[in-house]
């Protein structure tokens, strides 16, 4: 949607249209004869744009993301509007010398914001204050008023405004045209003043008319919990003396989650269970009922306390020294018993529930504590194989365009840009020496996601900050596949931007900007594309960045409200294409969601943070961080979070896994190959999971952007299928174009048990 998601990144060469700080992408060139500007404002997270200003008007590139279409500047006001990725915005402000302050109207589909901006000349501070009661009169109008006035609302709770106008005489008109905008994050409002509100705190309904604004405060209370997520495994019986800490996340009346959700935690008899904060405590044999409270939402679980019987040991503790990252399950000598688990030193770590794992060499002592037994157990541990090493091949240039996503297939490489309107297209038949057949241009400022059909037919390249507002999809063939021929375009339902796409048989699924939903496009007849099925999350705000389908299971990358798992025909719920079903949804610390892709027992699920600037001084522009989190999915309905691999001042974006090695593209981080064979737990990073990494720095001549990392993805070559072929890889690079690579993997190589 465009409202608060053009706020970052409707001023950049944005990466796709989502939530406030999660999308970010590289800095804006400044054209000779423009001034570098610098947009501030709530949301918006933006680097120098080129604006100039030529006696009443405001001029732009004609190419860029961000376009002034209308313009007319006056001694102390402005106005103009602007063409950006998804819609447009109109400004009215202020002028004072070259700055201007004042408020951003932003309509598209169903949501009207306004939001307050200054736009300042780079290296100066803004001197304009936006403030909406400069506007409460204009030329024909002397006062809107807002009815009923100031309110106070629930979250999620609807109230309907309707705005009075008077004219200079102080006559009221009859039937003015007004225009609604909420001001303020998580608030939203329709043409006809119904106000929606889901974040807490002080919101604001504007009425807009003839140049003037009637303004009356929301406050928007609190959500509440409707439900909890407990993803410990409470038995229904415990040994006497048994700890068990509750993890426990919360999902309010919005459908949004609640990682420290205010709970309530009761034992119908503390004298056989009881609660120290989060945890558990069986203290003597009996009957107990525990019940976990917060708001609305209630979990309760009877639990029979044993006696502990027997001498308390460890077991389960492997005779040989086992590899760091090499999870190790231990347990106790006494049935139903849940000890205090713990490592008495550091560099490895071990769960509640014996779970252990280390990050460090050495010897490493686990202690079990039991009531008042105490046992302990050593563990040796030695490195994993030496690092491998990657060999670059050869180097697509592209030093006119910024490059995104890539798709590899039958011995050609097609590659998306940003602001460039161009598909590219590489014949890699030589890896060493990419040769670019094809570059076939369209309107789509942003080509943010190609992929190939699996029989290697069609290609469909998706559309975002088209001229005409039409956006969607575009369907090419492959019949001569040096030289790809567009055959159709979907836009129908897709209007507002796509920002992925995946392929799964003849049925694209399709991530629409505008609605936050997953839409399913029938290509069974290439040249005439229709759409059979959608589906979202009810979550208000919510904004859908990625999707990606495996053996009939669709996983959803959905920003802030987290990972998604949908069946689609696989995962035995009676879901199809056409009405999928909801297995389950996961959150974790961290996020925004940014995309997914199944292994084997796990998904691993990346974040892409684009909230900080300025931390690594070598490092201009924006300075992306999130690591790849590891879910493990054995039974798709109870996902559980079990490890990350991060690396530090670095930002995850896009992968594959192939042969138990991740390959991620990691933004400023370079290329990255991990080791994920075995059970996953932990920090892998930290446990030496790497295998190899590297930084394709181009010099000037060779990239956009010289000397700046910013790998977008890694595939292999697919032939049909998509069956992996050869040895080589490639990868795109936003700043220098297309790369192409092979792995030297360790020469000690072994699985892990």
Request: charge should be negative; glycine fraction near 10%; avoid cysteine.
């Given at each position: 949607?465009l409202?608060?998601?053009?706020?970052a990144?409707?001023?950049?060469?944005?990466?796709?249209?989502?939530?406030p700080a999660?999308?970010?992408s590289?800095?804006?060139?400044?054209?000779e004869?423009?001034?570098a500007y610098?947009v501030q404002?709530?949301g918006?997270?933006a680097?120098?744009?080129p604006?100039r200003?030529?006696?009443?008007r405001l001029i732009?590139p004609?190419?860029?993301?961000?376009?002034?279409?209308?313009s007319?500047?006056e001694?102390?006001?402005?106005?103009f509007t602007?063409?950006v990725?998804g819609?447009?915005a109109?400004?009215i402000g202020?002028?004072q010398r070259?700055?201007?302050?004042?408020?951003l109207?932003i309509v598209?589909?169903?949501?009207?914001?306004i939001v307050?901006?200054?736009?300042?000349?780079?290296g100066r501070?803004p001197?304009?204050?936006?403030?909406m009661?400069?506007?409460?009169r204009a030329?024909?109008?002397?006062?809107?008023d807002?009815?009923p006035?100031d309110a106070?609302l629930d979250a999620?709770?609807?109230r309907?405004f309707v705005a009075?106008?008077y004219?200079?005489?102080?006559?009221?008109?009859r039937t003015?045209e007004v225009?609604w905008y909420a001001?303020?994050?998580?608030?939203?409002v329709?043409?006809d003043?119904v106000?929606?509100g889901?974040?807490?705190?002080?919101?604001h309904?504007?009425a807009f008319?003839?140049?003037?604004f009637?303004v009356?405060?929301?406050?928007i209370a609190?959500?509440?919990?409707?439900?909890?997520?407990?993803y410990?495994d409470?038995p229904?019986r415990?040994a006497?003396?048994s700890?068990l800490?509750?993890?426990?996340?919360?999902?309010d009346?919005?459908g949004?989650w609640?990682?420290?959700p205010?709970?309530?935690?009761?034992?119908s008899?503390p004298?056989v269970?009881?609660?120290?904060e989060?945890?558990l405590?069986?203290?003597?044999?009996?009957?107990?009922?525990?019940t976990?409270?917060?708001?609305?939402?209630?979990?309760s679980?009877?639990?029979e306390v044993?006696?502990?019987r027997?001498?308390?040991?460890?077991?389960?503790?492997p005779r040989a020294?086992?590899?760091t990252?090499e999870?190790?399950r231990?347990s106790?000598?006494?049935?139903?018993?849940?000890?205090?688990w713990?490592?008495?030193d550091?560099g490895?770590e071990?769960d509640?529930?014996?779970?252990?794992?280390a990050?460090?060499?050495?010897?490493?002592?686990?202690?079990a504590t039991?009531g008042s037994?105490?046992?302990?157990a050593?563990i040796?541990?030695?490195?994993r194989a030496?690092s491998?090493?990657?060999?670059m091949?050869?180097h697509?240039l592209n030093?006119?365009?910024y490059?995104?996503?890539l798709?590899?297939?039958?011995r050609?490489?097609y590659v998306?840009?940003?602001q460039?309107?161009q598909?590219?297209t590489?014949d890699?038949s030589?890896?060493?020496?990419?040769?670019?057949t094809?570059?076939?241009?369209?309107?789509?400022?942003?080509?943010n996601?190609?992929?190939?059909?699996?029989?290697?037919q069609?290609?469909?390249?998706?559309?975002?900050g088209?001229a005409?507002?039409?956006?969607?999809i575009?369907v090419?063939s492959l019949?001569?596949?040096?030289r790809?021929?567009?055959v159709?375009?979907?836009?129908?339902?897709?209007?507002a931007g796509v920002?992925?796409?995946?392929?799964?048989?003849?049925?694209v699924y399709?991530v629409n900007?505008?609605?936050g939903?997953?839409?399913?496009i029938?290509?069974?007849?290439p040249?005439s594309?229709?759409?059979?099925g959608?589906?979202?999350?009810?979550?208000?705000?919510?904004?859908?960045h990625?999707v990606?389908v495996q053996?009939?299971?669709?996983y959803?990358?959905?920003l802030?409200?987290?990972?998604?798992i949908?069946?689609?025909?696989?995962?035995?719920?009676g879901?199809?294409?056409?009405?999928p079903v909801?297995?389950?949804?996961?959150f974790?610390?961290?996020?925004?969601?940014?995309?997914a892709?199944?292994?084997?027992d796990y998904?691993f699920v990346g974040?892409?943070?684009?909230?900080l600037t300025g931390?690594?001084?070598?490092?201009?522009g924006?300075?992306?961080?999130g690591?790849v989190h590891v879910i493990?999915?054995?039974?798709l309905a109870?996902?559980?979070y079990v490890g990350?691999?991060?690396?530090p001042e670095?930002g995850?974006h896009?992968f594959w896994?192939?042969?138990?090695k991740?390959?991620?593209?990691?933004y400023?981080?370079?290329?990255r190959v991990?080791?994920v064979?075995?059970?996953l737990?932990g920090?892998?990073?930290d446990?030496?999971?790497e295998i190899?990494?590297f930084l394709p720095?181009?010099?000037p001549?060779?990239?956009k952007?010289a000397f700046s990392p910013?790998?977008?993805?890694v595939?292999?070559?697919?032939?049909n299928?998509w069956?992996?072929?050869?040895?080589?890889?490639?990868?795109?690079?936003?700043?220098?174009?297309l790369?192409?690579?092979?792995?030297?993997l360790p020469?000690e190589e072994?699985?892990?048990?």
């Amino acid at each position: 949607m465009l409202s608060r998601s053009v706020l970052a990144v409707a001023f950049v060469t944005a990466a796709s249209l989502v939530a406030p700080a999660t999308s970010r992408s590289q800095d804006i060139p400044i054209p000779e004869g423009f001034t570098a500007y610098i947009v501030q404002g709530p949301g918006i997270n933006a680097p120098p744009l080129p604006f100039r200003i030529e006696g009443q008007r405001l001029i732009t590139p004609p190419d860029g993301m961000v376009t002034v279409v209308e313009s007319r500047i006056e001694s102390d006001r402005a106005t103009f509007t602007l063409n950006v990725p998804g819609g447009t915005a109109e400004f009215i402000g202020r002028r004072q010398r070259d700055e201007f302050g004042g408020f951003l109207l932003i309509v598209e589909e169903d949501e009207r914001d306004i939001v307050p901006v200054t736009f300042t000349p780079a290296g100066r501070e803004p001197a304009i204050e936006p403030d909406m009661a400069d506007y409460a009169r204009a030329p024909g109008v002397s006062r809107i008023d807002v009815v009923p006035g100031d309110a106070r609302l629930d979250a999620g709770e609807q109230r309907r405004f309707v705005a009075r106008v008077y004219d200079e005489s102080g006559n009221e008109l009859r039937t003015p045209e007004v225009q609604w905008y909420a001001l303020g994050q998580r608030a939203s409002v329709d043409t006809d003043g119904v106000f929606f509100g889901t974040g807490s705190g002080t919101k604001h309904v504007v009425a807009f008319y003839g140049g003037a604004f009637g303004v009356a405060a929301v406050e928007i209370a609190e959500p509440t919990i409707a439900s909890l997520v407990v993803y410990s495994d409470v038995p229904s019986r415990l040994a006497a003396g048994s700890r068990l800490p509750l993890s426990i996340h919360g999902l309010d009346n919005l459908g949004r989650w609640d990682l420290e959700p205010e709970l309530a935690i009761a034992s119908s008899d503390p004298s056989v269970v009881a609660v120290e904060e989060r945890t558990l405590v069986a203290k003597r044999p009996g009957q107990a009922t525990v019940t976990l409270t917060a708001d609305q939402a209630t979990e309760s679980y009877p639990i029979e306390v044993v006696a502990a019987r027997g001498a308390l040991a460890i077991s389960g503790v492997p005779r040989a020294a086992v590899r760091t990252g090499e999870v190790v399950r231990l347990s106790t000598s006494i049935a139903d018993a849940r000890p205090l688990w713990a490592v008495a030193d550091g560099g490895a770590e071990i769960d509640a529930e014996g779970v252990f794992v280390a990050e460090r060499a050495g010897e490493h002592v686990v202690v079990a504590t039991l009531g008042s037994q105490v046992a302990t157990a050593t563990i040796r541990t030695e490195p994993r194989a030496a690092s491998g090493r990657i060999h670059m091949a050869g180097h697509g240039l592209n030093t006119g365009t910024y490059t995104s996503d890539l798709w590899p297939q039958n011995r050609y490489v097609y590659v998306g840009t940003h602001q460039a309107n161009q598909l590219r297209t590489y014949d890699v038949s030589d890896p060493t020496t990419p040769v670019l057949t094809d570059s076939q241009g369209f309107d789509a400022r942003v080509v943010n996601d190609v992929k190939v059909s699996a029989d290697g037919q069609w290609l469909v390249a998706t559309r975002e900050g088209a001229a005409d507002r039409r956006n969607g999809i575009l369907v090419f063939s492959l019949a001569a596949p040096a030289r790809p021929q567009l055959v159709s375009e979907y836009t129908e339902t897709l209007t507002a931007g796509v920002h992925n796409v995946f392929w799964n048989g003849p049925l694209v699924y399709a991530v629409n900007d505008g609605t936050g939903d997953m839409h399913v496009i029938d290509l069974s007849d290439p040249a005439s594309p229709k759409e059979i099925g959608r589906w979202g999350i009810d979550a208000p705000g919510k904004s859908l960045h990625d999707v990606w389908v495996q053996d009939g299971v669709a996983y959803l990358s959905y920003l802030g409200n987290g990972l998604v798992i949908l069946d689609v025909g696989g995962a035995g719920m009676g879901g199809t294409a056409e009405k999928p079903v909801q297995v389950s949804r996961i959150f974790y610390p961290g996020g925004p969601t940014h995309s997914a892709i199944r292994h084997g027992d796990y998904v691993f699920v990346g974040d892409e943070d684009f909230s900080l600037t300025g931390t690594v001084p070598s490092v201009t522009g924006s300075d992306p961080r999130g690591p790849v989190h590891v879910i493990e999915v054995k039974d798709l309905a109870h996902p559980r979070y079990v490890g990350k691999y991060e690396v530090p001042e670095a930002g995850a974006h896009n992968f594959w896994v192939q042969d138990d090695k991740l390959y991620i593209g990691y933004y400023q981080g370079g290329i990255r190959v991990v080791d994920v064979s075995g059970e996953l737990k932990g920090d892998l990073y930290d446990q030496g999971r790497e295998i190899a990494h590297f930084l394709p720095a181009a010099g000037p001549e060779e990239s956009k952007k010289a000397f700046s990392p910013r790998v977008w993805g890694v595939f292999p070559m697919f032939g049909n299928g998509w069956q992996p072929q050869g040895e080589t890889f490639y990868a795109t690079d936003y700043n220098s174009g297309l790369w192409s690579f092979t792995v030297e993997l360790p020469q000690e190589e072994e699985p892990i048990s």
